[in-house]
């Protein structure tokens, strides 16, 4: 009973605050709807690490504008370009960002996660 319990109360949590950007949440990411309250209309964005571009396309249907999604590491890179699709609304780079120019060495995770290389 107890994990029933459990699983509603997590399901009620995730619909409030993706539906309706409740603060009250254990959930770490930034409500969409939360968000359009303080961007311009068709705001310009900027995805970097766009992994898949789950979250470019799920910006963009929330918020309307423009994504710029950066995904430097080339098997994860072909996923964004699949589903970016002929979204014209998205625009992808295979490339880093950082604070300088140039070459830099880039760290590839290991394991399961690809959600995690870094340039640090």
Known sequence: MR?????????????????????????????KVLLKKYLPKNPVMI???????????????????????????NDIYKRLEKRKGSNKKMFTYQLALSDRN???????SEGTSDASSSLL
């Open 102 to 108: 140039g070459l830099q060495e880039f760290y590839v």
């Open 47 to 73: 995805d970097c690490g766009a992994n898949d571009g789950e979250d470019s396309i799920e910006l963009i249907k929330r918020l309307g504008g423009t994504v710029h999604s950066f995904e430097p590491l």
């Open 3 to 31: 994990s029933i319990l459990k699983a509603i109360e997590y399901h009620i949590a995730k619909l409030s605050f993706e539906q309706f950007a409740f603060p009250k949440t254990k959930n770490e990411k930034i409500s």
